[in-house]
């Protein structure tokens, strides 16, 4: 999440891969998170908060505006785990939250499909703009498959449609080098990002 000049990497600590961020310094060491989730499920999240500057950063990192000194400019960063095929990359100016910005996870080996299991939960709100981009993915760059089809629930409570997936529910992801899944706060009009939760984008 961009905001502030500072980037903030939010990672579950139940992903498969452990992800590090080398160097001496104090930020490059992780911040452990705890909240409930809307079913009771306590999970831990590693975070960075990390200057953003160009060139040389902290923890041996490198940020590379996509247009630099653009307002909108991309600042992508590579975090390595075991497989070697993570990136993450963080927008400055996002368009669904007026704070922050989405963190995108890459897979950086294109045209390869691979059964990923993402543990977290998808929120697709009522909001024109995320159903667009949504669509606007699903068409464009990849495709995804959600095996069983039950993982999706309703939540009467909030009327909010939601797929959990850190139960059994993997995605199967396939197409571009981008794929369609990014980690965000719980919903685009809460800028607190204090909620990590996996977003269609």
């Given at each position: 999440?961009c905001?502030?000049?500072l980037?903030e990497?939010?990672l579950?600590?139940?992903l498969?891969?452990?992800?590090l961020l080398?160097?001496d310094e104090?930020e ?10 809307y079913?009771g499920?306590?999970?831990?999240v590693?975070t960075?908060?990390?200057p953003?500057?160009?060139g040389?950063?902290?923890?041996g990192l490198?940020?590379?505006?996509d247009?630099p ?5 991309l ?6 785990g075991?497989?070697?095929q ?6 400055r100016?996002a ?5 922050g910005a989405?963190?995108?996870m890459e897979?950086?080996t ?6 990923e299991p993402?543990?977290?939960?998808v929120e697709?709100?009522?909001k024109a ?6 669509r ?7 495709s995804i498959s959600?095996?069983?089809?039950q993982c999706w629930l309703?939540?009467?409570?909030s ?6 997936i ?7 992801i396939?197409g571009g080098k981008r ?6 706060s719980?919903?685009a009009?809460e800028?607190?990002?204090?909620h990590?939760?996996v977003?269609?984008?």
């Amino acid at each position: 999440i961009c905001r502030h000049d500072l980037m903030e990497i939010i990672l579950r600590k139940d992903l498969e891969a452990d992800f590090l961020l080398n160097g001496d310094e104090p930020e490059c060491s992780p911040t452990y998170r705890t909240f409930r989730e809307y079913d009771g499920y306590i999970t831990t999240v590693k975070t960075w908060t990390l200057p953003l500057i160009d060139g040389s950063g902290p923890c041996g990192l490198r940020f590379v505006p996509d247009a630099p000194g653009s307002a909108q400019g991309l600042y992508s960063v590579t975090i390595f785990g075991p497989d070697r095929q993570r990136q993450a990359s963080c927008t400055r100016t996002a368009p669904l939250n007026t704070v922050g910005a989405h963190i995108y996870m890459e897979v950086l080996t294109p045209n390869v499909v691979k059964l990923e299991p993402l543990n977290g939960t998808v929120e697709v709100q009522r909001k024109a703009t995320i159903s667009a981009s949504f669509r606007h993915q699903f068409n464009s760059t990849a495709s995804i498959s959600l095996h069983p089809l039950q993982c999706w629930l309703i939540n009467e409570r909030s009327q909010k449609k939601r797929l959990v997936i850190d139960r059994g529910c993997p995605l199967l992801i396939a197409g571009g080098k981008r794929t369609i899944v990014s980690i965000g706060s719980e919903s685009a009009d809460e800028a607190t990002g204090d909620h990590p939760h996996v977003f269609f984008n």
